[in-house]
T-cell receptor
Framework: KNEVEQSPQNLTAQEGEFITINCSYS?????LHWLQQHPGGGIVSLFM???GKKKHGRLIATINIQEKHSSLHITASHPRDSAVYIC??????????FGKGTKLSVKP | NAGVTQTPKFQVLKTGQSMTLQCAQD?????MSWYRQDPGMGLRLIHY???????DQGEVPNGYNVSRSTTEDFPLRLLSAAPSQTSVYFC?????????FGNGTRLTVT
């Protein structure tokens, strides 16, 4: 069983739709990271959070420590949001465990 | 711009050849790490370092060597390349801070 599970694996949306990507984990963590990777591109950090909720532009990330679950929301989605979104949890030793990613495609 | 600089961007090797992937950061981060990314799998940790002079193995260390003589630099060495090492490699600094990744190296071993 993977320690970090993301769902869905693939997601296709129409421009303007509200999008939710989920991340569940089974280990104790000190922080959780959401990352974005465009096709053929590098990996960019979107959020690092250990409790509650963070917002940056149209992106919102939430975490529920008790339920070991985090969500990444994108409001008013746009084709440029098309990318792979990766959840990574940070253990108490600083080690990172990555999910396999969610491939998002936003159609105009 | 501050960040992680990773070179080269592309590399083709023949089986048995050796090479070094370079990684440098200018954010004074103590923690640096190397990952490989393969289709259908998440990023997997090869080696990491928590400071100059300190390195340790990750999940998939075989066939790779690292050293950390300065805070800034963390090179990854392939000792004798094998086709199974065909992958995309990323260097990163963090965690304990927002993660910063290099732009990746696409390595093909024939």
């Amino acid at each position: 069983k993977n320690e970090v599970e993301q769902s869905p694996q693939n997601l296709t949306a129409q421009e303007g739709e509200f999008i939710t990507i989920n991340c569940s984990y089974s280990v104790g963590i000190s922080a959780l990271h959401w990352l974005q990777q465009h096709p053929g591109g590098g990996i960019v950090s979107l959020f690092m959070l250990s409790s509650g909720k963070k917002k940056h532009g149209r992106l919102i990330a939430t975490i529920n420590i008790q339920e070991k679950h985090s969500s990444l929301h994108i409001t008013a989605s746009h084709p440029r949001d098309s990318a792979v979104y990766i959840c990574a949890v940070e253990g108490s030793q600083g080690n990172l465990i990555f999910g396999k990613g969610t491939k998002l495609s936003v159609k105009p | 711009n501050a960040g992680v600089t990773q070179t080269p961007k592309f590399q083709v090797l023949k089986t048995g050849q050796s090479m070094t992937l370079q990684c440098a950061q200018d954010m004074n981060h103590e923690y640096m790490s190397w990952y490989r990314q393969d289709p259908g799998m998440g990023l997997r940790l090869i080696h990491y370092s928590v400071g100059a002079g300190i390195t340790d193995q990750g999940e998939v260390p075989n066939g790779y060597n690292v050293s950390r003589s300065t805070t800034e630099d963390f090179p990854l060495r392939l000792l004798s390349a094998a086709p199974s090492q065909t992958s995309v490699y990323f260097c990163a600094s963090g965690p304990n801070s927002p993660l910063h990744f290099g732009n990746g190296t696409r390595l093909t071993v024939t």
